[in-house]
């Protein structure tokens, strides 16, 4: 998946430059782990979008794990089916999906092949390429409110449906890359339920979240009369 408008040589080059102060691409040994393993793990890496117009770099600050058929607020619960197949692996893949008929949201598929599972991008602090995500989010009044829950992060990389599967640790550089960063302060890491999750699938504090980050969404319990809003 080269980036359009662009050889393979030119992305090649690019990604790592673009990303090079933020540490080294996440390995795919690093998502085929325990998805609860993986959450709490990706806080404070960093996650690039790699457009032509120049990269959006994310610091993830939040996120949500779902540990696919043994997780009733998993999309994967019920099985295997065409909407959730990427859950299923390989690991190291983006899983988007579609809401409400208006927003996307960002996963990245744990566990080894053939064991559905994924943590959902909740928040994010974008430390580079501000200048690309403004327009994408006129009503943000700061640059902290960005990517301040699951799809204004996604509105904010210009990420949809047409991602869905990519190898986020593919070589040369794709669409989408997660890097090292520097990972949370265990001190500071801290869960608690889901977002609007109902039922059983709601009780798991697996919300896990950099404390005293102003990126992190505030906590909104389930309201009855909305289905799940957030999960993978």
């Known amino acids: 998946m080269i980036l359009e408008g662009m050889s393979e040589t030119e992305t090649s080059e690019r990604g790592p430059a673009a990303t090079a102060a933020h540490g080294d691409r996440l390995t795919r040994s690093f998502f085929d782990r325990p998805v609860l393993t993986v959450a709490p793990d990706l806080l404070g890496r960093v996650l690039a979008r790699h457009e032509p117009g120049g990269p959006v770099l994310l610091r993830i600050t939040e996120v949500e794990a779902y540990d696919g058929q043994d997780d009733p607020g998993s999309h994967a619960y019920r099985g295997r089916t065409a909407r959730n197949g990427v859950m299923f692996g390989p690991p190291g893949h983006a899983y988007i999906y579609f809401t409400y008929g208006m927003w996307h949201c960002l996963n990245l598929v744990c566990h080894p092949e053939g064991r559905a599972g994924g ?9 580079r390429g501000a200048e690309v995500a403004r327009p994408r989010r006129a009503t943000a009044r700061r640059d902290h409110e960005l990517a301040r829950g699951p799809a204004r992060l996604a ?73 799940t809003t957030a999960g993978t």
Do not use: K, Q
Request: proline fraction near 10%; charge should be positive.
């Open 155 to 227: 509105t904010a990389l210009g990420v949809d449906r047409s991602l869905d599967g990519t190898d986020v640790c593919a070589t040369p550089a794709v669409a989408l890359s997660v890097h090292s960063g520097t990972p949370a302060d265990p001190a500071r890491v801290r869960s608690g339920p889901r977002t609007g999750v109902s039922g059983p699938g709601g009780v798991h504090p697996w919300r896990f979240w950099i404390d005293g980050d102003r990126t992190v969404s505030p906590y909104r319990a389930h309201r009855p009369r909305n289905r």
């Open 119 to 127: 943590v959902l991008l909740r928040a994010g602090e974008v430390v």
